[in-house]
């Protein structure tokens, strides 16, 4: 049962809630897919895409619930990341939490072992 995670501005999630479905942010619309990180990979996502970015959300979402539209492709040095071709239900969402800056302007990563 791995989690894969999102971090997007508030914005977005909250269309996303408003809609129920998410088909993607700027750059995942531009790609045809959504992107998605594993646990391991969510630091260096947040870091390299999201630093300086205030308002931000993460949500988990259970990959095996996905179907076979989520494609695990190559990506960062040839480790495989979660790509959903397909848009996402909110129903699908198993939860949510803000995701603030760290003092060094990085956002606050939350234990993703929490549920």
């Not at 531009?30 to 947040?46: L, M, P, R």
């Not at 179907?67 to 790509?83: A, F, I, T, V, W």
């Not at 397909?86 to 990085?106: F, Q, R």
Request: no cysteine.
């Amino acid at each position: 049962m791995p989690l894969m995670y999102k971090i997007l501005p508030r914005s977005e999630w909250d269309a996303f809630v408003a809609s129920g479905t998410f088909l993607g942010s700027t750059v995942d619309l531009q790609d045809g897919y959504i992107h998605f990180s594993y646990a391991h990979q969510v630091g260096e996502t947040s870091r390299k895409y999201f630093s300086g970015q205030p308002d931000l959300m993460i949500f988990a979402v259970e990959a095996d619930n996905l179907g076979p539209s989520l494609k695990n492709e190559p990506s960062r040095g040839g480790d495989l990341s979660p790509h959903l071709y397909a848009s996402l239900a909110l129903a699908a969402v198993l939860w949510s939490k803000k995701l603030p800056l760290a003092l060094d302007g990085t956002p606050a990563l939350p234990s993703l072992d929490e549920v």
